[in-house]
Structure formats: structure tokens, C-alpha cells
């Protein structure tokens, strides 16, 4: 039996389709269509694991195969990998809006190609754990009401069955006990927003429902998902009972973290990526609008990145990657962004700048030189010691008429002109 991940790869070009096939034929069992129309009706026959798909093609494009996939129930989750030799923000930006689940530019770099292709299927395989794992816990749950509970308010009590007891790892000495042992179980974090739609429900809006920690005896906390509603009230509406049941959803909340740390961060540095500047750049756009204030995007391109790959070898290539990567991150406060966008490319998001607008680019400029003298002490790749530099386009944003897309095409252009002049540098662009 073949248990290697199906993936489709849908490319007119067969010299492409033919370095997809000599490259991931070992891994994977690759499926190839020269044409959307062709991927479509292969991938309706069975059921692709992940889909290669070539932006420009004639007739039916990348962008509106994609849009066909996504229309077809048997199809729409799918993962998508945009792999094409446009390498221009919009049309990213656009297969990001589509749904795709990554973008890779040609000519292909054969391991970054499998590295990404396993990330996302590992995503995909934990959303599939993930929904299988719910639908688990919803059939236990109402054949056998694991970890009940009821509140009893005219004596203050609540009482519980084993298994609430057994998921907290408490002795049956504890089912029954005062409300106020419970309230000291929430972890402190999460009282406040248990209180308040506790509160809501016992005034009568609505049942409640509330995904917080509790401490376990052994001293950690467990993710519970806690569910109830008033059964008994008084002829004045007053809530006499309550009841309720909780469920272990820690290993839910572990596969949903692991999901949000593969989508939303670069595996070499731990840096925001791409997908996750995008989110929080929009968010920085959103509050200077509201609070009148500046941000600041800075695009750095490590000078020379090339020749240390092809003269020491991609190991050490990545060495100085992680490095910058820190370096970056104790320049900025903690409101700030550092973020890799692949390759040798960081940008770095500074928010909450005061204006007036003079003001604020000298405050940039001043993080930007920081940055500059930061990249430019010597580093040690191992045994190697070597010396880097950044070139750096920096660009004000305030909200006003702004977009996600100019932004980063402001910035990008001031670092190609922090290029031209001669490296190591910093260029800003006029607003």
C-alpha cells in the first residue's frame, strides 16, 4: 500500500513538471496536469493531499483554477501552494486572499519546495485531527455527561461527579465544596472573562459557555471547555441552580497552537512570516486611524547573502539568518514586529509613533541606525567568523489613505535605492 502524501502538481510547462516529478518522487506520489481544467477533473476523480499550482498559464490561470477549487465542497480545503515566477507583492497579496496556503517563487529551490509542501500538510493533518478529535469529544459528551457539575445557590455548594474530579486530578473529597474553591481553581488570567459571562448568564443572557485553565493538584493548569445554564430560578428571576459539565481540552488547545505557530511563523528564525506581518500591519493601520499616531515599516536585505551561501554552504547561510533574526528583535520594543518575508528579507513594524510626522520619521531613523550598527558587529558562524550588512528602506505610515500593499512597496523601493547607493545603508521613501 502507498502511504505517501498524493500531491497534484498542475504546470503548462513540462520542463517544470518534470523537475517537480525528479524532486519529490522519492517523498511523495506526485499526480501532474498540464492545464487548470486538466488538475480539476483529476483532482474530482481522487482527491489530491495538496496541489502545486502554476500562477500564469494560459487560458484558465493560477488565480482562477484556484477560485474553482475553492467552489467545490470536495475540494475547498485542499491546501493550495502557489509556485510561479511572479514575485511582485499584489499578486501575492491576492493568492493570500484566495486562501492559498503558501507562495513559492520559480526557479525552484528543491528542499525550501519540500520543506514548505511538509509544513503544510503537517497543518492540514492536525485540522483534520482536530476536527475528528471535536466531533470525539461532542459524542462522549452527550453519552455520558463526562465531568458534570451542579451549582445549588441557596447554599452556596457545587457538586460534581468523579470524572470533574478526575480531570483535575482531585480526590472525591472534593465533590462537593463551596463555590468559592472553584472561582480559586481558574487560572488568573482567565477569572475575569469566567466571571463576566458567568454573570451574563445567571442575569439571564443566555446559557453559559467559557473555554478557560484550571489548576490541576499537581500544579499546572488543564484547558477546560465549561458549559451550563440556569435550570431553576426563583418567581423574582433570581437563579436557584445551575448545571453544567467541563471537558479536557488541552490536547485541542496544543494541536491549535502548533497549527497557529506553522501558519503564522518562519521555521528557521521563529520570526513572524509573511502571513502574520500582513495581519498585524493591517492592525497598525486600523489604530492610527483611531489614535492619530504613526508606524514606521522598515524593509532590510542582508548585502551580499548570495556569495556567503555559494562560497560556505546554506548551513551557514542560515547560521547568520538566525542570528540577524535576534539581533533585530533586541532593537525593537515589545510592541514592535520583526518578521522574515523569506529568503535573506526582514522587515521590521515600529507602531505608536507620536507625531507630528517629522517627528516620527527621526525616531524611525533612529532605530534604523541602531539596527545599521547592530547588523554591522562581526559575527561567528561556528567556527567561521564573518562580517554582514544590511541595506535598509524605511517608509512613515499614519492610516490616512494608506494600504498594506503601498506600504510595503514603499519600503521595498527605499531599500533597492539604499542598494544603489552603495549598501549599508538607509534610504527612506517620500511619503
Known amino acids: 500500500m502507498n502511504n505517501k502524501p498524493r500531491i497534484l502538481a498542475i504546470d503548462d510547462t513540462p520542463t517544470n513538471l518534470y523537475t517537480l516529478g525528479m524532486a519529490l518522487a522519492g517523498e511523495f506520489d506526485l499526480q501532474i496536469a498540464s492545464s487548470g481544467p486538466e488538475g480539476l477533473m483529476m483532482a474530482r476523480e ?6 502545486l499550482l502554476d500562477v500564469m498559464m494560459p487560458g484558465m490561470d493560477g488565480f482562477e483554477t484556484c477560485r474553482r477549487f475553492k467552489a ?7 491546501p493550495i501552494i502557489f509556485v510561479t515566477a511572479l514575485s511582485d507583492l499584489e499578486s501575492e497579496l491576492s493568492g493570500l486572499l484566495l486562501g492559498v496556503a503558501d507562495y513559492i517563487t520559480k526557479p525552484f529551490k ?14 492540514s493533518s492536525l485540522s483534520q485531527e482536530l476536527k475528528a478529535s471535536e466531533e ?3 459524542y462522549v459528551m452527550e453519552a455520558t455527561g463526562e465531568g458534570v457539575w451542579d451549582w445549588r445557590m441557596t447554599d452556596g455548594a457545587v457538586h460534581h461527579n468523579a470524572s470533574w474530579c478526575q480531570i483535575l486530578g482531585l480526590d472525591l473529597s472534593f465533590l462537593t465544596h463551596p463555590v468559592e474553591a472553584f472561582m480559586e481553581l481558574i487560572h488568573p488570567e482567565d477569572r475575569a472573562g469566567v466571571q463576566r459571562v458567568l454573570g451574563a448568564c445567571l442575569a439571564g443572557e443566555g446559557n453559559y459557555a467559557s ?5 490541576h493538584t499537581c500544579g499546572h493548569y488543564v484547558w477546560v471547555a465549561d458549559r451550563g445554564r440556569v435550570v431553576e430560578r426563583a418567581t423574582t428571576g433570581e437563579p436557584l441552580r445551575m448545571v453544567g459539565s467541563i471537558a479536557n481540552i488541552t490536547e485541542r488547545k496544543r494541536h491549535e497552537a502548533e497549527i497557529h505557530h506553522l501558519a503564522y511563523f518562519d521555521a528557521l528564525t521563529e520570526l513572524p512570516n509573511r502571513r502574520l506581518l500582513i495581519e498585524r500591519l493591517q492592525q497598525a493601520i486600523i489604530r492610527n486611524q483611531r489614535s492619530k499616531q504613526f508606524g514606521a515599516l522598515m524593509f532590510l536585505d542582508m548585502d551580499r547573502f548570495k ?7 546554506h548551513a551557514k547561510g542560515d547560521q547568520l539568518l538566525i542570528e540577524v533574526g535576534r539581533r533585530l528583535s533586541g532593537c525593537i520594543r515589545e510592541q514592535d514586529t520583526v518578521a522574515r518575508l523569506g529568503g535573506d528579507e526582514f522587515v521590521v513594524m515600529l507602531e505608536h509613533l507620536a507625531g507630528p510626522a517629522d517627528d516620527a520619521i527621526a525616531n524611525a531613523r533612529g532605530v534604523g541606525y541602531k539596527i545599521l550598527d547592530t547588523l554591522n558587529a562581526p559575527y561567528r558562524l561556528g567556527e567561521l567568523p564573518y562580517a ?7 517608509t512613515l505610515f499614519s492610516g490616512k489613505e494608506d494600504s498594506v500593499d503601498g506600504i510595503l512597496k514603499r519600503a521595498d523601493a527605499a531599500m533597492y535605492a539604499a542598494k544603489a547607493a552603495g549598501r549599508n545603508t538607509l534610504r527612506e521613501a517620500n511619503i
Open 46 to 51: 481522487s482527491s489530491p493531499d495538496l496541489i
Open 72 to 78: 467545490e465542497p470536495a475540494l475547498a480545503n485542499t
Open 110 to 123: 528543491v528542499e525550501l519546495v519540500k520543506l514548505r509542501i511538509r509544513n503544510i500538510l503537517r497543518i
Open 136 to 138: 470525539c469529544l461532542r
Open 211 to 215: 473555554e478557560h485553565r484550571l489548576r
Open 307 to 313: 556569495q556567503l551561501n555559494d562560497t560556505h554552504g
Open 388 to 394: 554582514s550588512t544590511p541595506s535598509i528602506g524605511l
